[in-house]
């Protein structure tokens, strides 16, 4: 228990610490016009409230991902609290408030538009093909997952049949997908914003108020399957600690901030808030099923980190958490799936240089997209999902080093972004190699590579940074 609110209040003090360091490391202009202002347009440039962006960004990056990674990270055992900690004060909060300020000093435009003007076209182009998989990936399983959920609810008719509800989620994904950000997200997505946060709240408080038996801090590896800590425990916790899917979102509340000093709150205190949320659900998991995590490991064989939410927020909560465990498992990831292709619209416009304030417009893009999503219900992509995990935290690595080489053209210091870079870039490297779905490599040769191209990256970002500064005296010769 010790180690669980130690952690709590690291992450609550990290955010007024470090979050400030980072704030001023970048350099805010709070006299900055942005681009919410500017470029005001009634559809995704639209003024909004901080507080209103912060439950919107929260619920964006979140859905259940810090309860499903932090459910599957606590089979490693305690050693996920350093990994959610650390990773979110040092690498997550980084990433988040980078990307989202990026955007916000370039007109609000897309991570990959963003990681084009720093690293090259070449990386602008690996970046799109990555985000827009990944986005239409995260839109599909969205769409089934809960739609698979609410056709075995044990209603009767049409309402058991999954095909009525993938249509169903279809219909609110199109219509959330086109229409202005203030008509359907700015208004619900607070709401469902506060639920996933109460919930958390909730199971926390009952954590500590049972006594619950959360296992101190070691760097023991204790999964049942001997999984390797290194590097599976930093791809399974993603959405917790850092998650390249976040930067796809950033940039939609980019363009709704009317001040830089809100960014630290929205970007970075999301972020922060989320890594509450899974050390929260990685206590419960770990603690509440006889056996500890022997017992949590029964549970994910009989029925999935959905079952475990289901089953502790029953256990804790009672029939309140049954409710708000149903609202988590089936409304929290249609909200990711729909700024998911809301994502995918804008990539996609800012590709094609498509102005988005007409509707027409709009629909060219959306019903193409929605149109893949739709179709990818009736494929076995399993093995092709598989790859989401690593993909997912190759793009973070990359808008890391994208923010290393900004904050560097800014001339302030690139090691808050370059560190965490390199880091990752280790963590990704090590994984494919050794990975089932990848080269399936043993460890004595995935380790020693693993590092050698954190080297490697880092030696290659120094020899960039040195050309660009030639480049930049040249010019001024």
């Not at 080489?405 to 808050?416: C, F, G, I, P, T």
Request: some cysteine; aromatic content about 12%; charged content about 10%.
């Amino acid at each position: 228990m010790v180690s669980f609110l130690l952690s709590m209040v690291l992450l609550v003090v990290g955010y007024f610490t470090y979050g400030v360091v980072v704030e001023r490391i970048f350099g805010i202009d709070t006299k900055r016009i942005t681009p919410a202002v500017a470029f005001e347009d009634g559809v995704d440039y639209v003024p909004l409230k901080w507080g209103k962006i912060f439950l919107i960004q929260f619920l964006n990056i979140a859905g259940l991902g810090p309860i499903f990674g932090a459910v599957m990270g606590a089979l490693f055992g305690p050693a996920a609290f350093l990994w959610i900690v650390f990773g979110t004060l040092f690498a997550g909060g980084v990433h988040d408030y980078l990307s989202g300020m990026m955007s916000m000093r370039h007109d609000g435009k897309s991570i990959p538009e963003i990681v084009g003007i720093y690293l090259g076209d070449g990386m602008r182009q690996v970046m799109r093909v990555f985000s827009i998989v990944l986005l239409i990936l995260v839109g599909t399983v969205f769409m089934a997952g809960p739609a698979g959920l609410l056709a075995n609810l044990g209603m009767s008719g049409i309402f058991a049949n999954k095909f009525f509800w993938v249509v169903a989620i279809l219909i609110y994904y199109f219509i959330a997908t086109v229409l202005p950000v203030d008509k359907i997200i700015a208004k619900i997505y607070p709401v469902f914003g506060v639920v996933l946060l109460i919930m958390a709240v909730g199971v926390g408080l009952m954590l500590v108020v049972t006594k619950a038996p959360i296992p101190e801090i070691t760097l023991t590896n204790m999964h049942p399957s001997g999984l390797s800590m290194w590097p599976m425990l930093f791809i399974t916790i993603a959405c917790g600690a850092i998650s390249g899917f976040h930067s796809t979102q950033s940039p939609l509340m980019a363009r709704c901030l009317t001040n830089e000093s809100y960014g630290r709150k929205v970007f970075y205190g999301a972020m922060v808030s989320e890594g509450m949320v899974a050390l929260v659900w990685a206590a419960a998991a770990m603690a509440f099923f006889p056996n500890g995590i022997a017992g949590l490991s029964e549970v994910v064989k009989q029925g999935g980190a959905g079952l475990v939410v289901n089953r502790v927020s029953m256990g804790l909560l009672g029939p309140v958490g049954g409710v708000l465990a149903m609202l988590g498992v089936i409304a929290c990831p249609i909200t990711s799936g729909d700024t998911a292709f809301r994502s995918t619209r804008l990539i996609l416009g800012d590709m094609f240089s498509l102005e988005q304030k007409g509707i027409k417009n709009r629909l060219y893009l959306a019903i193409p997209i929605l149109g893949i999503g739709f179709a990818l219900n009736f494929i076995d992509f399993a093995i092709i999902w598989r790859y989401f995990a690593w993909s997912n935290q190759t793009l973070a690595t990359i808008v890391l080093w994208t923010g290393a080489v900004y904050l560097h053209r800014a001339k302030r210091s690139h090691l808050m972004a370059s560190i965490p870079a390199a880091f990752m870039t280790a963590v990704v490297t090590t994984y494919i190699l050794q990975a089932p779905e990848g080269f399936s490599l043993p460890t004595i040769i995935s380790y020693p590579v693993g590092i050698i191209a954190a080297v490697a990256a880092t030696s290659a970002f120094i020899v960039f940074l040195r050309k660009q500064k030639v480049k930049v005296g040249l010019a001024t010769k």
